[in-house]
């Protein structure tokens, strides 16, 4: 008699655990998550206004395609943006924005303008910039090209044919709860067998 008991048990967890194993391959198998959108492009720097420090209250704005995606509000004279208290100019943006110009405006006057990249560090842009000024980059540091050595080539890329795979329907709503209520019924009725 305890032999019997003990396969039906055995047979219990077995099947408890294929029953939850195959809820989880159904969960795994769900949609896929929408893709992370990239972290705003943050700036900071000085601002004149008339070659003067911008005073308090002065407005710093950023826009991309003429669209505001940004702005500050002078607190600091002189400066927009700080680093100590990580109060940046934020320029939001999206995928769609990558590559695409920031033109800076302060109290609505074009003063510089600078690339909107995708998960960018802070940087430092003064403002307004000098014809070929490049002062966005002047915390990067510039490392050296390194020599090639020995026979270098050219790659060769192999145009590739791109097909795109339909989109898989979703199944039945509630296909995963047939099996859970499948297993609840066995479970239930192996329970009953054995009192």
């Not at 893709?35 to 002065?58: R, S």
């Not at 927009?80 to 990558?98: F, H, K, M, P, Q």
């Not at 192999?158 to 039945?172: I, K, Q, S």
Request: charged letters at 25%.
């Amino acid at each position: 008699m305890k032999e019997k008991s003990r396969m039906s048990g055995r047979g219990i967890l077995i099947l408890v655990s294929i029953l939850l194993t195959a809820s989880l391959v159904a969960v795994a198998e769900g949609p896929p998550l929408p893709p992370t959108p990239p972290t705003p492009n943050i700036f900071y720097g000085a601002v004149l206004v008339d070659g003067e420090p911008a005073p308090v209250g002065t407005n710093v704005s950023a826009y991309i395609d003429d669209e505001l995606r940004g702005s500050i509000e002078v607190t600091v004279e002189g400066r927009y943006g700080d680093r100590v208290n990580d109060s940046y100019l934020t320029v939001n943006g999206s995928e769609a924005d990558i590559g695409k110009t920031i033109t800076f405006k302060v109290n609505g006057v074009d003063v510089g303008s600078a690339e909107w990249k995708s998960f960018a560090v802070p940087r430092r842009l003064d403002l307004p910039q000098e014809p070929g000024d490049v002062s966005e980059s002047v915390n990067a540091t510039t490392l050296p090209t390194p020599e090639p050595f020995g026979e270098t080539r050219a790659p060769t890329a192999t145009p590739e044919e791109r097909r795109e795979t339909p989109a898989e329907e979703p199944g039945l709503p509630g296909f995963e709860l047939v099996f859970a209520i499948a297993g609840l019924f066995a479970v239930t009725s192996l329970l009953k067998r054995r009192r």
